[in-house]
């Protein structure tokens, strides 16, 4: 039966990973529809939202069911708790790339306000912070969990500077307001994105270090 | 043992209510901070975050112990699991008043741009959703948790208007600009909220009714 769970531990793994990179997927085409103004791409991460709500509702039944059926004991039900959170978290991913799309569509019927270099360095920032958020987690590794709390800040780096110039362009020209409060939103919504992988990370630390960074309280694991 | 469970699960609920009960008011001293202009409130908000800071981790912790130890059947483990997540939206909501605290404190440094009426409408508005939210899933009582679910159109059209009306004040007079936007942030993590206290009652509606509502999906529950 041991051998039974780890088999089953690793298959939700393996879902983990899928749902991460469709998740990443998104973000790349979230941020093509909006800096190469391709309006076609919009319908793809629509498609890929309903995927990925799948994956979620799929990946919590398998939690619920392993939870009940093989009554795993502390180091195996912190991991399937931990499943359950970064499976929340990635399905949020997901749904900020949609507000960045549509927030992309409104964009695309206006001209172009400017190249906005920082987004798509923000957008990749983001896909790699996501990515190996998950792989930290698959592989224990807490040196990679905290390389993405490290990126963290450099996201968050990297929105402060889009705000300030973003409330540059519009105090010289009223009329790119609207446009300009449009790339704020998007450069939040990457933001979050950044914090979802962060979130995880922190999950990861805690399992592997037995350390509550979270809230930098620095409390032992009981469990 | 069964009445053993029962008993702890009672304890559980009435963790969260105290954690909903602080989420709350610092929602309302967040938004006090900001319209009425009274900096000392800061502190406070602060203050309570650190707090529930610490009753998230006590909270995840009690559930991972009982997981552990009481091995519960189906409809427990869904409920224990349940818990686990409205532990973290709490906290999200509480991260989401720190947000409005910080940019409020920007926001006194500067003259009052305007009433704003709309903000202390929709945080008496998320205030109400989050209580409502809690006391749904405490009695697991779908109709109120329905209700919330009412009430987060009524935020997502609020924060529309806000945006617009910001949106007018910005073209009429550049100099309002960074304050403008401070405003916009504020109604957006006020909508976050509505939406942390929305994410809840689906869980809930999913429990009670046995349907994922979640992402429009009209599952079963299995469990």
Do not use: W
């Not at 039974?4 to 998104?26: I, N, P, V, Y």
């Amino acid at each position: 039966m041991e051998r039974h769970f780890d088999e089953e531990l690793k298959q939700l793994k393996q879902k983990l990973l899928r749902m991460a990179d469709t998740s990443q997927e998104m973000i790349g085409l979230a941020v093509a529809l909006l800096c190469d103004r391709n309006q076609g791409l919009a319908e793809e991460v629509f498609g890929l939202e309903e995927k990925v709500n799948h994956m979620e509702i799929e990946i919590e039944e398998d939690v619920l069911r392993l939870l009940a059926l093989r009554q795993p004991a502390a180091g195996d039900l912190r991991l399937l708790t931990a499943i359950l959170k970064i499976n929340n978290d990635l399905e949020r991913v997901a749904d900020q790339t949609c507000n960045i799309s549509e927030t992309a569509l409104y964009l695309l019927k206006e001209p172009p306000l400017r190249p906005a270099v920082d987004i798509p360095r923000m957008a990749s920032l983001a896909q790699k912070m996501v990515k190996n958020s998950i792989e930290a987690f698959v592989n224990q590794d807490a040196a990679r969990a905290q390389e993405v709390c490290r990126d963290d800040d450099e996201v968050d780096r990297l929105n402060d500077k889009i705000f300030r110039d973003l409330l540059d362009v519009m105090m010289k020209d009223t009329k790119t307001i609207t446009r300009a409060v449009d790339l704020m939103l998007v450069s939040r919504n990457l933001e979050r994105i950044a914090d979802h992988a962060t979130n995880i990370c922190e999950d990861v630390i805690f399992i592997v270090e037995g350390k509550n960074i979270k809230h930098h309280i620095q409390d032992n694991v009981q469990g």
